[in-house]
């Protein structure tokens, strides 16, 4: 992989991380495009990256979830767990967001072999790319109120199903989690806040389940490919809020459908 290479797998999964367009989906059609198979360390940096973008784009309520998680544990066992929970809103949202991360995490490990044969499956992601642009566009109709302060476990359980369809390649994460969120009543930027959060322990799982076969020999395409997709990734959190405030979420359905339409008429080699 050269330098042009790397920048563009960098930018390409920052980009599709975070926005709802399948990350998952587009290193697939790059990766076809450019005739290249990512390395084991290229697809742990650019996991790496995407995990340091959100964490830096949330890190204020990143640390909070923290606090309050090490401290919820101390007062449920001074104060009973049920009354904790109920009075401290950012160590109940720990645990919804803990709870979200079991099915993907479970889906992952049963699925893996089926997961990785997928990815060079074009038809396969091509369909995969309409149906998250469908979602996509139901799910920008609804009016939804409802804050983070008010999640339940069972809107958190029905968005971590929703995020372990997104293992496969074209089911866009956010896009799922996002939309599941709308569903269960909750306002576009507050699912999209949980759906960023939620992003967190899996990203970080993925990269730790392969952080041991990483290679010390680092190339220089490797390394910018990790810059770019940190950036990247960053720009594509804040304009994902800003898109979500103006009620625009629409715009990517009809880009995943057009991607989906093209993947499946122009599959590749």
């Known amino acids: ?13 920052g980009l599709s991380e975070f926005l709802p367009i399948s990350s998952s989906g587009h290193l697939a059609v790059t990766e076809r495009i450019l ?3 990512p390395s084991l360390n290229l697809i742990i940096f650019l996991h790496l990256a995407t995990l340091l973008a959100v964490i830096i784009a949330l890190w204020k309520d990143v640390i909070a979830l923290i ?15 049920l009354k904790t929970y109920k009075d401290m809103n ?18 992952g490990v049963l699925l893996e072999n ?5 990815f060079g499956q074009m038809t396969f992601v091509g369909i995969a790319f309409l149906i998250t642009g469908t979602v996509l566009f139901f799910a920008d109709r609804t009016r939804p109120s409802k804050n983070l302060n008010r999640m339940n476990t069972k809107a958190a359980f029905w968005i971590g199903i929703a995020q372990s369809l997104a293992i496969f390649p074209g089911i866009s994460r956010s896009g799922m989690t996002i939309s599941t969120g709308l569903a269960q009543g909750y306002e576009k930027k507050e699912s999209a806040r949980f759906s960023f959060l939620l992003s967190i322990p899996i990203i970080l799982g993925a990269s730790l389940t392969k952080i041991g076969a990483i290679s010390k020999n680092l190339t220089s395409a490797e390394i910018i490919s990790f810059i770019f997709s ?9 304009l994902l809020f800003y898109l979500a405030l103006k009620e625009k ?4 359905s009809y880009y995943c459908w057009a991607i989906g339409i093209l993947t499946l008429v122009f599959p590749g080699r």
Not at 1 to 13: D, E, P, T
Not at 67 to 81: A, D, Q, T, V
């Open 1 to 13: 992989m050269n330098l042009i290479q790397g920048i563009i797998l960098g930018i390409v999964q």
């Open 35 to 37: 005739g290249i198979s």
């Open 67 to 81: 606090i309050s998680f090490f401290e919820g544990l101390y007062l449920s066992f001074k104060n009973g767990f």
């Open 90 to 107: 950012m160590f109940r949202l720990s645990l919804l967001i803990i709870l979200g991360t079991i099915p993907a995490a479970v889906v």
């Open 114 to 118: 089926v997961v990785d044969k997928s």
């Open 230 to 238: 940190l950036v990247s990734g960053y720009i594509a959190i804040k």
């Open 249 to 252: 979420l629409s715009y990517f």
